[in-house]
């Protein structure tokens, strides 16, 4: 695995949101979205995992919080979306938890209720666990 692959993989999921933004356009559930997204990856051949729990654990007790993230993609890249009027820095630490918790190597956020995914919709985030891989 490399940083190359991770971006690829990464690539293509933003470009399905915005496909699925394209046809149903802003104003849906977060649900709405998630699993049309969940649909459109999985029919692409993808390994899709949607709503797990992440486990916590706190100085050696598992702390039963009823985490859960929106989407997990090939095991690498977390996804969790959102239909708020903007993405607020809770949204960003709550998906960088996530990454740490499960050792993931790279995250997005992605925001329906926007104009445009591409332009103001979406953030990524790396962890170092990513910058530890090759880049090709």
Same mark, same amino acid.
């Given at each position: 695995?490399?940083?190359?692959?991770? %971006?690829k +993989?990464?690539?293509?999921?933003?470009?399905? *949101?915005?496909?699925?933004?394209?046809?149903?356009?802003?104003? =849906? $559930?977060?649900?709405?979205y998630?699993?049309?997204?969940?649909?459109l990856?999985?029919?692409?051949?993808?390994?899709?995992?949607?709503?797990?729990?992440?486990?916590?654990?706190?100085?050696?007790?598992?702390?039963?919080?009823?985490?859960?993230?929106?989407?997990?993609? %090939?095991? +690498?890249?977390?996804?969790?979306?959102?239909? *708020?009027?903007?993405?607020?820095?809770?949204?960003?630490?709550? =998906? $960088?938890?996530?990454?740490?918790?499960?050792q993931?190597?790279?995250?997005?956020l992605?925001?329906?209720?926007?104009?445009?995914?591409?332009?103001?919709?979406?953030?990524?985030?790396?962890?170092?666990?990513?910058r530890?891989?090759p880049?090709?």
């Amino acid at each position: 695995m490399t940083q190359k692959d991770i %971006n690829k +993989l990464s690539y293509d999921i933003i470009g399905f *949101a915005i496909e699925v933004h394209k046809e149903l356009g802003p104003g =849906l $559930l977060e649900s709405v979205y998630e699993k049309c997204l969940v649909h459109l990856l999985k029919l692409n051949g993808y390994h899709v995992q949607s709503q797990q729990r992440v486990p916590l654990f706190f100085k050696g007790l598992e702390i039963d919080c009823e985490l859960r993230y929106d989407i997990l993609v %090939n095991n +690498l890249i977390i996804v969790e979306l959102k239909a *708020a009027d903007t993405l607020l820095p809770i949204h960003e630490a709550q =998906l $960088l938890t996530y990454l740490r918790l499960l050792q993931k190597p790279k995250g997005i956020l992605i925001n329906f209720k926007c104009t445009n995914i591409f332009k103001e919709g979406q953030r990524t985030f790396v962890t170092e666990m990513y910058r530890n891989l090759p880049v090709e």
